[in-house]
């Protein structure tokens, strides 16, 4: 049954634009959303002094990931204005210092690094509070042709003309108490934008008309969550659009399960309840099954399409894995080979078709960064500015290990054969000379 379904995730040729066109990497996990790069021969060695084309710094505290199309390299940011630490909030959460909030879009120029528009899109008085581990920009922005979608959760999303900088329609009434910061990222297909808002009080999906920001749909998760404990109730995760046979699914991991809708409609078409919060990774498809991870509990779940329907039995289950599971990297599957690196650093390469382990070994540091794939070799990036190079094979081989300043929360984005990084101060061009 599986070889004969069609399975495409992703649907980005929908959009407007086209990728084999010019350079691009439109949002989180690139442009297959499976953190793929079609580069062919990419930099596997460089330093702060060696092979890098362009280093530009970035104002404030944002730690999403370069979106890029074209010769424009955008990222978001914000700027705080720091108050006084009064009690503790609601929750258990310390008061915020954190008076005044900035939110921005940056376009980056990317042949010369030059900040083309610097934009200033709201000013927010006695923001929501963000934990200092998180940011107010880390949600990576959307591009597509003429148009870039800057997400900063229940503080604003907005469309950007490209090309000229002006703000075409905005969204500061979706609310949640995201009570860590926001994470989730925000994707197009076709003629529809998609948000997770997955908070402390609410949780839900919305599809919005990407013309005009006006609401399409909107779906209340409805999970029967194992505690009254909002923190429980939160998730960071990314929707991905998948097409299997003829149907297509908009599958959206949260806190205790992943719920799959109807990309046109919102309803709810399966959910699978696999426990966790705090979840961030997009799923993946390929070999004929979906990847998922959990979240805190850190369980990898390989799922059969075909039996996908209503709530998923645990005989849709093909196989898992509990042993050094990521909770806030994205999983990579690269062929028959499944690749992820755990939050305490320990990079592991298993056999996507039944989990069993071909290498587990220990990186240095720890690590919030989702791998990529380009050129045979995985990107691993960690906190403390190291990245690792691997081979994407069945043999544990280190090709490299660089090191820039500043430390990585961002993922790395391909644009050809440069790789552009973004460390908590600046954004990087990395190419041969």
């Given at each position: 049954m599986r070889t004969r379904l069609f399975l495409a995730a992703l649907a980005i040729a929908s959009a407007s634009f086209v990728l084999a066109a010019e350079p691009a990497w439109p949002g989180f996990r690139g442009p297959h959303g499976n953190g793929h790069a079609d580069s062919k021969n990419p930099p596997t060695v460089w330093s702060e002094k060696e092979n890098i084309r362009w280093k530009t710094a970035i104002h404030g505290k944002g730690w999403s990931s370069p979106a890029i199309l074209g010769d424009q390299v955008w990222v978001t940011t914000a700027d705080e204005v720091m108050g006084e630490k009064g009690p503790p909030m609601k929750g258990g959460a310390p008061s915020n210092p954190v008076k005044e909030a900035s939110y921005f879009a940056v376009c980056i120029?990317?042949?010369?690094?030059?900040?083309?528009?610097?934009?200033?899109?709201?000013?927010?008085k006695n923001p929501a509070y963000c934990h200092p581990f998180n940011s107010y920009a880390s949600p990576t922005p959307f591009v597509e042709e003429g148009r870039v979608y800057a997400h900063f959760g229940s503080h604003g999303t907005f469309c950007i003309d490209s090309t000229n900088g002006k703000v075409i329609w905005k969204r500061t009434d979706l609310k949640c108490d995201h009570f860590r910061g926001p994470g989730s990222s925000p994707v197009v297909y076709g003629d529809l934008l998609y948000l997770i808002f997955d908070g402390f009080d609410e949780q839900y999906v919305i599809a919005l008309e990407k013309a005009t920001g006006k609401t399409k749909w909107k779906m209340d998760r409805k999970i029967k969550y194992s505690t009254d404990n909002g923190d429980f109730k939160k998730a960071y995760a990314t929707p991905t659009l998948f097409t299997i046979g003829e149907k297509q699914y908009l599958v959206c991991p949260s806190a205790e399960c992943t719920i799959a809708y109807d990309p046109i409609s919102g309803a709810e078409l399966w959910r699978l309840t696999h426990g966790g919060m705090n979840g961030s990774g997009r799923p993946v498809m390929a070999n004929g099954l979906m990847y998922l991870n959990s979240?805190?509990?850190?369980?990898?779940?390989?799922?059969?399409?075909?039996?996908?329907?209503?709530?998923?039995?645990?005989?849709?289950?093909a196989w898992e894995g509990t042993k050094d599971v990521s909770s806030r990297p994205s999983l990579l599957v690269a062929g028959e080979l499944l690749f992820m690196v755990s939050d305490t650093g320990i990079a592991s390469c298993l056999d996507a078709t039944n989990g069993k382990t071909h290498w587990n070994e220990r990186l240095d540091g720890e690590f919030s960064s989702s791998p990529v794939l380009a050129g045979?070799?995985?990107y691993f990036c960690n906190q403390i500015g190291k990245i690792f190079v691997v081979k994407a094979d069945k043999t544990f081989n280190v090709v490299a290990e660089n090191r820039l300043e500043g430390g990585f929360m961002a993922s790395p984005a391909f644009a050809g054969d440069e790789l552009f990084l973004r460390t908590r101060t600046h954004l990087y061009c990395v190419g041969k000379k």
């Open positions: 120029d990317r042949t010369s690094g030059k900040v083309i528009r610097d934009l200033k899109l709201r000013t927010e979240g805190h509990t850190k369980r990898l779940i390989a799922l059969k399409p075909e039996e996908l329907s209503g709530a998923v039995p645990k005989s849709a289950i045979g070799n995985v």
